[in-house]
């Protein structure tokens, strides 16, 4: 859990099975590629990490939260734009 608490971290939460989730993925990695350097990406399975999914109180996927310094300052539930994670992060730089 340490790795969540310093710096911006964008989690994508998503399970293996769902549609939507599939979608994110290339959205997901596309706003990694444009911010690398500036935030740490990470894509979560809640599956595998459902207590993450629990303290992060994630209730529908994909979810990405946005973390600055361990503390959540953006959720979007559904499918994201690229432009929607960026501005976020840019946001919080």
């Known amino acids: 859990m340490q790795k969540y608490m310093t710096g911006i971290v964008v989690i994508d939460f998503h ?3 769902c549609i939507p989730c599939r979608e994110q993925t290339p959205l ?3 706003a990694a590629a444009e911010l690398a350097g500036q935030a740490t990406f990470y894509q979560v399975d809640i599956a595998e990490e459902p207590e993450l999914a ?3 109180e994630v209730m529908s996927i994909p979810t990405i939260v946005l973390l600055k310094d361990g503390v ?3 959720k979007s539930v559904g499918l994201t ?3 929607e994670i960026v501005g976020a992060v840019r946001g919080c730089i």
Do not use: C, V, Y
């Open 15 to 17: 399970a293996g099975g």
């Open 72 to 74: 959540s300052q953006w």
């Open 28 to 30: 997901f990695e596309q």
């Open 81 to 83: 734009q690229t432009e």
């Open 54 to 56: 629990i303290k992060f």
